[in-house]
């Protein structure tokens, strides 16, 4: 079985002030309940660990029981100032003989079981690291970055038909993992630190191989106040066909 890690410790400042982005509520429930809940549908996952903010584990812990998330292994640990903190954390705490292991977004609420499975399947079939992913609709320019307010030079057009939008859960041999974040710990202690956004840039930065999988397009991230508009209209239209 594969275990899931869901760092949730952060605050989401471009969701607005109020609660930790992972406790805003979606249809009812927290966007972090959501999350555990589409990981705990996929029959591969037989682990959840969350890495709630450190002041805030018991509260977690009892939000998720409430919600009635039986018959999965969820645990819920003290997260740290950082993502990749938050992820090492979690993945402290999953037994070692565990060979998969998924870090999945709190802020994506509505990943469907499927692209949960086909991570893990790739994982499972060679893979050292996978990422699900999507065609980018949109044109794409690269820019220098000026001041806030100005206008910004173009510097050229990358072609999108190479171009993915990630998504979670990623997946990853547990060994992988383990020492990518090692690494980045160890270069933490010596002044650097490698600059990447997901868990899979670890993997590149220290030259490992990754490879995409078919994300989905409701698997998006949760970022601004329109977002959680969009994703109150997506579960609403699944509640209504499917009892989801």
């Given amino acids: 079985m594969a275990a899931a890690v869901v760092p949730a410790a952060g605050r989401g400042e471009r969701l607005g002030p109020g609660a930790p982005k992972a406790l805003r509520e979606l249809g009812g429930a927290p966007l972090l309940v959501h999350a555990v809940r589409a990981l705990a549908r996929s ?14 584990v018991a509260e977690v812990l009892g939000l998720l029981d409430s919600h009635g998330l039986d018959g999965k292994d969820i645990r819920v640990v003290a997260g740290g100032a950082t993502r990749q903190e938050s992820v090492r954390l979690g993945l402290a705490a999953i037994p070692d003989a565990t060979e998969i292991v998924l870090v999945h977004d709190a802020a994506r609420p509505l990943v469907p079981v499927e692209v949960v499975d086909a991570v893990v399947a790739a994982v499972r079939a060679g ?58 710990l160890a270069e933490e202690a010596e002044g650097g630190s490698p600059v990447v956004t997901d868990d899979a840039g670890l993997v590149e930065h220290y030259g490992g191989q990754v490879v995409v999988v078919p994300g ?10 329109l977002d959680l508009v969009l994703a109150e209209a997506v579960l609403a239209r699944r509640r209504a066909s499917d009892g989801f």
């Fill in 43 to 56: 029959r591969a996952v037989g682990l959840v660990v969350v890495a709630a903010p450190p002041q805030g």
């Fill in 216 to 225: 989905h397009e409701e698997a998006f991230k949760v970022t601004r106040p």
């Fill in 127 to 184: 893979a050292e690291a996978v990422v699900p992913a999507v065609p980018l609709a949109d044109t794409v320019k690269r820019v220098r970055p000026v001041p806030a307010g100005e206008p910004e030079p173009v510097l050229d057009t990358p072609d999108r038909a190479s171009l993915r939008a990630v998504q979670t859960p990623q997946g990853f041999r547990r060994q992988v993992l383990v020492e990518v974040h090692a690494k980045a």
